[in-house]
């Protein structure tokens, strides 16, 4: 997988620049994690910023490759806690991308590299006495608490503004289990995957 990203880089970047454009994106995130028994999820708001090279290939057709600092997770919660997770990444998109009009839609693979993650709210914190779990509100470092690697499908659509500048929207699904704690007691379900919806906002430098 990584020789293949590797080729597929390579192959865009050896583009001539006159068919490529360099980007510059940023905008929201609405995330959460899902696939946990015991705890319900819902959405938190967080963001992401990024640079992008979108290389013309055929009449509508390009590939883009990109390189985002995208921040992922959101809150779970059970009978006993109620936290937040926030998990920064540094993330590569490798997106095909078909434009008619003002009208294009971009699709393909993700590859996700865990920088540090964080936990806040009513989490376990230890046991008590009598060996049952304790419970009390924290906020601590969960960096490993979760896989380095994240792999997901990305799925969006978009609308090329005046000036260079471009409007999408996207979802980013998880697809690996990204669940690395080492909790002895209570939940303890391995399944946890990332989900994510992006608003954001680019704007492209270059000649088409």
Request: glycine share 12%; no cysteine.
């Amino acid at each position: 997988m990584k020789k293949a990203l590797i080729i597929i880089l390579l192959s865009v970047f050896s583009a001539p620049l006159a068919q490529a454009q360099f980007g510059v994106k940023g905008g929201l995130n609405v995330a959460e994690l899902t696939g946990r028994e015991g705890e319900s999820a819902s959405y938190k708001a967080f963001y992401h910023v990024g640079v992008f090279y979108q290389a013309n290939l055929l009449g509508p057709l390009a590939i883009q490759p990109e390189v985002q600092y995208s921040v992922a997770g959101g809150n779970l919660k059970s009978a006993f806690t109620n936290y937040d997770s926030e998990l920064h990444y540094l993330t590569v998109p490798v997106l095909a991308k078909v434009t008619l009009g003002p009208v294009f839609v971009e699709a393909g693979p993700q590859f996700g590299v865990l920088l540090s993650a964080n936990q806040s709210g009513k989490l376990q914190v230890g046991l008590a006495p009598d060996g049952t779990p304790a419970y009390g509100n924290e906020s601590r470092p969960a960096t490993g608490s979760f896989k380095r690697n994240d792999f997901s499908l990305v799925g969006g659509a978009g609308l090329k503004l005046a000036g260079n500048f471009s409007l999408g929207a996207r979802l980013v699904a998880g697809l690996n289990d990204i669940n690395d704690a080492k909790n002895l007691s209570g939940i303890n379900d391995p399944r946890l995957q990332n989900r994510v919806f992006q608003v954001y906002a680019a704007l492209q430098f270059g000649k088409k």
